[in-house]
C-alpha cells in the first residue's frame, strides 16, 4: 500500500464552558462536541521525507509548512512508533478555516489514521488518541467523532448517548478569528465585568435533549461562553445571529470561536428552508447544510 485517503468531520460545540484561567495559561473547559457532514480528506503517500499541501476551500490561509497541524501529526507517530518514516500528505479542505469548527484538528486525526495504516503500524484508537491530545485540544475528538463531552482543556472525552439525526445550517464568515485572541476577549470581558467564573459544568437539558433526540429542546439549550468575545471581536456575527433567529431557527450559537454560526434546525426541510433564508438575507460568506452526529475518520474508500 503507498497511498490512504481518510474523510474527517468538522465539529460543532453544543456547549462549550470556560472555567477560570489557570496558571499554565488555559482554562479549564466542558466541551460537547458534536461530529457534522462537513468534510476534508486527506490523502497520505509514502515518500521520503514530509511534505504537505493544502487544496480546496481557502487553501492560501493554511500553513504548507511544520506548523501544520497534519505534518506535526504524522511526525509525532512517526516518533511514537521510532521510525524514520516519511509520507506526503494532500489535504483537500471544506470545512472552513479558522472558523471554529476545528478544520486543523480534523486534518491532523486523518493524518494520524492515514499514517497509521500506510505504515501499517496497527495501532488501536486508544494509542492514537494519547498522541493526539499532545498536537492538540480538539484534537482527540476528531478522532473519535459522533458526540462526546470533553474536559480538562476538551481532550479528555466521554461518548454521550445521542437518538436521530440533528440537522444544521452553519452560516460562514469571512476571514477567520484566531482562538487565542478570542480565548483573551473573554478574559477581558470577564475581568471588566467583574464575572465571577463559575467551574464549568456539562448542563443536564442539553444531555437530556441529546437521548431523547429532540432538536427543540436541544435548541433551547445550546450554550458558549465565548460567544460574547467573538461577537465583540466580529459585530458583524450579532446581525448572522439574529437572522438566523428570525428565520425560524430552533437554537442559534457561534461555533466554538468562531466565527461560523450555527443554526439547528427541526428536519432536513426546514434547514433546506432556513439556507434559503440566509442567503437571501445576505448575511454570511456562504451557508451549507450539514447533518449530525456522524462518525470520525477511517481509512478506506472515500464515499461519494
Known amino acids: 500500500m503507498n497511498s490512504v485517503t481518510v474523510r474527517v468531520p468538522a465539529k460543532v460545540n453544543l456547549q462549550l464552558a470556560v472555567g477560570p484561567l489557570r496558571d499554565d495559561g488555559y482554562h479549564d473547559l466542558v466541551n460537547v462536541f458534536h461530529a457534522v457532514s462537513i468534510f476534508d480528506e486527506v490523502t497520505a503517500t509514502a515518500e521520503t521525507g514530509m511534505t504537505v499541501r493544502v487544496e480546496g476551500e481557502s487553501a492560501d490561509q493554511v500553513p504548507e509548512d511544520g506548523d501544520n497541524l497534519a505534518i506535526r501529526a504524522a511526525s509525532a507517530l512517526a516518533g511514537h512508533a521510532g521510525r524514520s518514516y516519511g509520507v506526503n500528505l494532500v489535504i483537500r479542505k471544506a470545512i472552513p478555516v479558522a472558523g471554529g469548527m476545528a478544520g486543523g484538528s480534523a486534518d491532523a486525526a486523518a493524518a494520524l489514521v492515514a499514517c497509521n495504516e500506510l505504515w501499517g503500524l496497527g495501532l488501536p484508537l486508544e ?100 460567544q460574547p468575545a467573538a461577537v465583540m471581536l466580529r459585530g458583524s456575527l450579532a446581525r448572522t445571529l439574529a437572522a438566523g433567529r428570525e428565520y425560524g431557527a430552533l437554537g442559534a450559537l457561534v461555533s466554538g470561536s468562531g466565527p461560523t454560526c450555527a443554526f439547528l434546525a427541526g428536519s432536513a426541510a426546514h434547514a433546506s428552508e432556513l439556507a434559503a433564508s440566509l442567503k437571501e438575507a445576505d448575511v454570511a460568506r456562504d451557508v451549507i447544510i450539514a447533518h449530525g452526529p456522524v462518525p470520525g475518520p477511517v481509512p478506506g474508500p472515500v464515499p461519494a
Open 127 to 226: 494509542d492514537l488518541m494519547e498522541i493526539a491530545a499532545d498536537i492538540g485540544s480538539d484534537v482527540p475528538f476528531a478522532l473519535l467523532g459522533g458526540t462526546a463531552v470533553g474536559t480538562g482543556r476538551g481532550e479528555r472525552l466521554t461518548p454521550l448517548e445521542v437518538s436521530g439525526t440533528f440537522h444544521w445550517v452553519f452560516a460562514l464568515a469571512e476571514g477567520g478569528l484566531s482562538t487565542a485572541t478570542v480565548y483573551a476577549e473573554c478574559d477581558r470581558l470577564r475581568e471588566a465585568g467583574g464575572e465571577r467564573v463559575a467551574w464549568p459544568r456539562a448542563a443536564e437539558p442539553l444531555l437530556a435533549a441529546l437521548r431523547a433526540g429532540d432538536a427543540e429542546a436541544l435548541g433551547a439549550a445550546l450554550s458558549n461562553d465565548l
